[in-house]
């Protein structure tokens, strides 16, 4: 929408006005952008205090900050008031580059004004690149924000009045117009700027109806199914906690692990594995006892094992090993096999 354009819809409401019709507005914001545009007022107050009175001995920030918030205050609603016709005249300049996004357009009027309140000392010495300088800036901002000097509801009365210039789209607030008040009221229930509770059981977390998908995805008090699939739902925060450290599906080393088996399984089917697994267990106990054997001689003496093994006993490394040292034991020497053909050892060897 052009200037003339704007300028006639303003008039056409005046006269509307004038003749006794009246008009309902929907005064809704983006509550996000509203939030952070009251955000960077602080920071920038402070910026322009220190600044201000940087080397100066009969002066502080606090001294000046009533005085220089109330010009920050005109400052920016004069700028905002006349940003729309700043920037249909930058649009014939090819080379001029703008941010259209409120919040930037504010921070760049906050640095302008922030520069012009600097004192000669400021800008004449290395000040304005000092460390000292930043801390210097955080700590007023502290200092205000104990003090309750600029509250954050007077702020964002600043930034709705901001926003209502510089937002000529209407991209951040509501532009519905009613006949009635009935009609006003039944519309605030739907608009999509208007502010809702989250309906998640711990949240009470109050955003913009049009950040209600962005907020679902991020809500640490949602509930969820297990990321790794088991029954279980799980709050969004306690997640990750869930998956590692109590999830029946988190993955693990087989208890064969460091005797030599190599698969990662879930908890939850550790017991299946090992009783499917028997036989390369046995193979692997078998061959930490009996580091010298064929693969041959292991595969027969574990076959033998498997029938008097009980499943209990073939649970973990340890147990295993325990219960196939006492089998062997019974059973005798292991035996050598050459080709098909067993050859017990003979008695003086």
């Known amino acids: 929408m052009d200037i003339l354009a704007k300028e006639l819809e303003f008039h056409k409401k005046f006269e509307e006005l004038k003749e006794g019709h009246s008009l309902f507005y929907c005064d809704n914001f983006d509550s996000e952008v509203v939030r ?84 000669m000392f400021s800008r004449i010495s290395g000040w304005l690149l000092s460390e000292k300088r930043e801390d210097k800036i955080d700590d007023f901002v502290q200092e205000m924000e104990m003090n309750a000097f600029w509250s954050m509801d007077r702020r964002e009365t600043i930034a709705k009045n901001l926003l209502k210039n510089l937002d000529f789209k209407n991209t951040f607030r509501c532009e519905m117009e009613f006949d009635t008040a009935e009609e006003l009221a039944e519309h605030s229930h739907q608009c999509i700027f208007r502010s809702i509770d989250c309906l998640n059981e711990g949240c009470n977390t109050r955003f913009c109806a049009v950040h209600m998908e962005k907020h679902d995805s991020l809500c640490p008090f949602k509930v969820l199914p297990c990321e790794q699939k088991c029954s279980e739902n799980i709050l969004r925060r306690e ?111």
Request: charged residues 20%; glycine residues 4%.
């Open 36 to 119: 952070k545009i009251a955000q960077v007022l602080l920071p920038g107050l402070a910026t322009a205090c220190i600044d201000n009175t940087t080397g100066d001995p009969f002066k502080g920030p606090a001294s000046v900050a009533v005085d220089i918030r109330k010009e920050m205050a005109d400052y920016l609603m004069l700028r905002s008031e006349t940003y729309v016709a700043e920037t249909m005249i930058q649009e014939v300049v090819p080379d001029v580059e703008t941010s259209g996004h409120p919040i930037d357009i504010v921070s760049d009027f906050i640095d302008d004004f922030a520069s012009s309140k600097r004192n």
């Open 239 to 349: 997640m990750d906690r869930h998956c590692i450290t109590v999830c029946p599906m988190r993955l693990a080393n087989c208890p064969f692990h460091h005797v030599g088996c190599q698969f990662t399984i879930p908890c939850c089917i550790i017991e299946e594995h090992c009783a499917e697994s028997l036989h390369s267990h046995l193979l692997c106990v078998l061959q930490v006892i009996h580091k010298k054997a064929s693969v041959e001689e292991l595969n027969h003496r574990a076959e033998l094992l498997e029938k008097t093994l009980s499943p209990g006993q073939a649970q973990d490394a340890r147990s295993l090993t325990f219960a196939v040292r006492e089998l062997e034991a019974n059973m005798g020497p292991l035996e050598h096999i050459t080709g098909t053909v067993i050859v017990e050892p003979h008695p003086s060897s």
